[in-house]
């Protein structure tokens, strides 16, 4: 028979060996990396660095408010809202014909190469694409807008290809029965339904679109980016105050715009 | 042109491994309107379907009008699929889209792809939307979306795309189960006189074996994925019948459209030709 | 096209209709109106933007571009693999993920008291009616702003501003992952200690432990794998992010591309771009494992 219960006989808890190791790892890598790159966070709190830092701080206060700067900036936001929008409504016209065939609309292997093609497009970030930009197409705003179009074809049209795929197919196969193409059979039968879904991921992905298009310009691409990074290079701290206090109102617009949107489409859905 | 149709010695296996149809041979002559009756899960929507070019026969022959459906080029079987209509048995239109353009949707075989672009901004022939779905009698909802349709209704929708289309072969699987008798028998009446008026050949599976005795000039029965009587109505004979849907129950499904009580109640119709199958 | 578009606008006629079959006129689309003016509103808005974006796709096929990026494409087969240059790589691929590690590190421990502070689970005030009611309140929306402020300057503005001050090199781009993610993180640790049963942690607080222990002892038992899990998340996010800062002299993977894409050196560039999505791919694969072993 079984031996009784008794606190000897329990089978002992097993040690969180594997944690405590990973734990011992995690800080051996931390501390690893903070000496590889010889810094010494430490080294910040003295009077020194903290003087300098200070005095740096100091340089950008008060920022530029005059009236042609004001100008100037307003330009920035506008073009960085530019840049943003048409970038995405480029996105989601191309996007939507990629995700048809990685939807697997049109065979296996269209979409095996497709889905490639779109993954790439969304592993090299927006910068890189940037950059690659400005050699194409000189610096401006244009070279941002395909920069951020490329990587966003590449989110949105996986998106898309996700929705699409998840939705039932009888309406578009009912009319490829008929003698529809597969892309009228897809106008016809499965837009209808998806493009509540499919307009919300555009939104969404505007949203972060605005957030990257503040920041292109730093390599050239246009937008309040390519300002601050003019200013800042001529040491004219106040103006890039200015500069930055407008991208941060931007992105705390758009945040405060889409929530009470999110809000909203919830109320009407219930 | 009226399309006929050869099913020879078709099997189909379905990718589970269940036989839908066991060796089937089916013919018909352009113009022929054709009912396939038979209890639930015998077959009738897979013959439907491999007739609509939805299915492939595992083993045997489909000539469409005179062609080789599974030996066609894709744009040769677009063009064979134009000419072809089929009513399914739930109306296979997305719940947001309006009436209007569900009905136009038929026409997209034929349309160029400019035409079909430009219809989804600004319906393209509301007039012969609308001419469609009056015989239907629900053309007061052209323009409301399909959601908010019920369930008859909805089904009328589908069978005033296929009357849209003007196809050379009208299917329908099931088209009125969703219906009441009125409707029911207003509903096959539209789809037989736009078969008759063109001289097209209609073929339909029904459940209720009244209206098919009424509409039809060929009766089929399929049981167990096998043809069990091919003959007119006249020939159909209540021991047949119950041996149809011996599997589903002893009573013979009808809809109330017409009188079949000699039939229910066992009467020998006074001809008694045998059926060749 | 035109044409067409006419006829849209004209019902077309069927042939010949009975007149007692028809009870009333075919009517145009009422959802017309509504649609055009739609479409006329979209395009007026986009016509300008497009040109504020200077939105010319024309510029792509000006022979000179086209020949300059034709070149520096065709550069890109076969990949620069010298001896020298992957050494090169090596070195910065393991200054990137430093960079990445010693940031979120940074964040963490600057996160965790502003999360802490945020979050309403510790709240004595709020327990209760009691003293410090307006005030703890007051603290929570300081922290609140504070962390906002952190998140939403990119931490690529940070980063080009901390190499005016601190130079060229991993340094800034270090603290600016600091500086951003401890924001992110704040948020989320707050977000995740509210969501969480709080029965533990708020018994130990009446019972009238010190914040601190509550959360040792009530709140952090539940609470640390999702915790760890987004940290561990945001880890890989810091890496691909370290990549991007050394655009702006921030060191690492980034800096390295700046530089050879500069000098028009397709093969380099070309090397670079597949170390990056291997690095990505890896990072991926790293938290991917991790995460799941602590489920």
Known sequence: ?270 | MSLGFTLNRVTLLHANGQCALKDISLQAKPGEKIAIIGPSGAGKTSLLNMLATALRPTQGSATIGEQAVWSLGKKDLRKLRARIGMVHQQAPVPPKQRVVTAVLAGKLGQWSSTRALLSLLYPLDIAGAWEVLEQLEISDRIFNRCDELSGGQLQRVGVARVLYQSPDLILADEPVSAMDPTLSDTTIASLHRAATARGVTFVASLHAVDIALKWFDRIVGVKSGEIAFDCTPDEVSPERLLDLYASESNVIPVQGVTDVSNIQNGIAPTRSRSCGV | MCQTFRMALHPLDQGPVESSEMQQPVRRDPAARHRLTSLVLALLIIWPLLRIAQFDPAVIFEANNLEVFGNFLKQFFPPQTSQDFLLLLLKAVIETLAMATAGIALAVVLAVPLGLLLSHSLSISRLGPGPGRRLGQGIRTIARLLLLFLRGIPEIVWALLLVRVFGLGPAAGVLALAITYSGMLGKVYSEILEASDTRPARALLLAGSGRGMAFLYGLLPGTAQELTSYTIYRWECAVRASVIMGFVGAGGLGQLMDQSMKMLNGSEVSSIVIVFLILVLMADAISFFCRKLLA
């Open chain 1, 1 to 270: 028979m079984n031996s009784p219960v008794s606190a000897a006989n329990l089978p002992k808890p097993a040690l969180p060996l594997l944690g405590i190791a990973v734990t011992a790892l995690i800080l051996a890598v931390v501390f690893a990396s903070f000496y590889y790159l010889a810094f010494n966070p430490l080294d910040l709190f003295t009077v020194r660095a903290m003087s300098s830092i200070g005095g740096f701080v100091g340089r950008f206060f008060p920022p530029d408010l005059s009236a042609g700067f004001i100008t100037k900036v307003a330009q920035g936001t506008i073009e960085t809202l530019a840049i943003s929008a048409i970038a995405t409504l480029l996105a989601a016209v191309f996007g939507l014909l990629l995700a048809l065939p990685a939807a697997n609309r049109f065979g296996r292997p269209a979409q095996q190469a497709v889905r490639l093609i779109l993954n790439f497009l969304r592993a090299v970030p927006e910068l890189v694409w940037a950059t690659l930009m400005v050699l194409l197409v000189g610096l401006g705003p244009f070279a941002g807008t395909l920069a951020l179009a490329l990587h966003t074809i590449g989110v949105l049209g996986r998106l898309f290809a996700e929705t699409l795929e998840n939705r039932s197919q009888a309406p578009a196969r009912a009319l490829v029965l008929s003698g529809a193409g597969p892309v009228t059979a897809f106008l016809y039968g499965t837009l209808p339904d998806a493009a509540p879904q499919l307009l919300s991921y555009v939104l969404y992905r505007w949203e972060m679109n605005i957030r990257m298009a503040t920041i292109l310009g730093f390599v050239g691409a246009g937008g309040l980016g390519q300002i601050l990074y003019y200013e800042l290079s001529l040491l004219h701290e106040p103006q890039a105050a200015t500069v930055m206090i407008a991208m941060f109102g931007l992105v705390m617009i758009v945040d405060a715009i889409s929530s009470k949107m999110r809000r909203l489409q919830i109320h009407a859905a219930g």
